[in-house]
């Protein structure tokens, strides 16, 4: 199958600070990617997604960007909040509508 | 705002036992997956509906487990017999069937095979 990676499995910030969670990719026919937040016995739930024609995208908080060149994308969030605090994973798709999931970031926020 | 229902949230079975799971998409989504999560993993596909039809069971463990979506709404996936590795996060999530787009998870049947 796809790699997706993170490459921090941990990350730990500030209340109030800026976060910034890194993904790699391996396929770079990948046309369509997703941030999902995953809370403690929930299930993902959807962040903001970016397609390959796209460098950046911005949402409520949240920033994403994406280096085609390096296969890279990465999730920023401003302004960090204690409710952050969860498991990020980044989805990659390739066809088919099927993605391929990383191993996720922890992210906690330090009050 | 449409969420994605599953049930139950939680099961408890000996191993041996058969185990069902039951998803409800969110209403008119055409398409519909299975996912299992290892605790600490990333969720990993079993099997894609499109409509009633199966598009790709080709991770599913089809010794013992299946799934159908006899009327192309709400789906089963079931396990038998189930087996201590089976232990996880069964996920369900459904999206529009119009070509790329979001998939909408829901909240999960958390299994403990004991």
């Known amino acids: 199958g796809e790699s997706v990676g993170l490459h921090l499995p941990t990350l730990s910030v500030q209340e109030g600070d800026n976060s910034i969670i890194n993904c790699a990719y391996s396929n770079s026919a990948s046309d369509y990617f997703i941030w999902y937040k995953q809370e403690s016995g929930k299930g993902p739930q959807f962040i903001i997604d970016i397609r390959s024609n796209m460098d950046k995208r911005q949402g409520q908080r949240v920033t994403v960007l994406l280096n085609k060149t390096v296969k890279h994308l990465s999730l920023q969030i401003a302004a960090t909040q204690p409710g952050d605090s969860a498991v990020y994973f980044c989805?990659?798709?390739?066809?088919?509508?099927?993605?391929?999931f990383g191993t996720g970031t922890s992210l906690t926020v330090i009050p | 705002e449409a969420e994605v229902a599953q049930s139950p949230r939680y099961k408890i079975t000996e191993k041996s036992q058969a185990v069902a799971f039951w998803c409800d998409p969110i209403s008119g989504h055409a398409t519909l997956y299975w996912y299992r999560q290892i605790l600490g993993q990333g969720p990993e596909l079993l099997v894609q509906?499109?409509?009633?039809?199966?598009?790709?069971d080709s991770q599913l463990p089809k010794d013992r487990f299946s799934a159908e979506r006899l009327k192309g709404v709400d789906s089963t996936l079931k396990i038998q017999p189930a087996e201590l590795g089976d232990s996880a996060m069964y996920l369900c999530?459904?999206?529009?069937?119009?070509?790329?787009?979001?998939?909408?998870f829901g909240p999960g049947t958390r299994l403990l095979v004991l």
């Open positions: 989805a990659e798709n390739i066809g088919g509508n099927q993605f391929y």
């Open positions: 999530a459904s999206s529009s069937g119009t070509g790329l787009e979001t998939q909408y």
């Open positions: 509906f499109q409509d009633e039809s199966v598009v790709d």
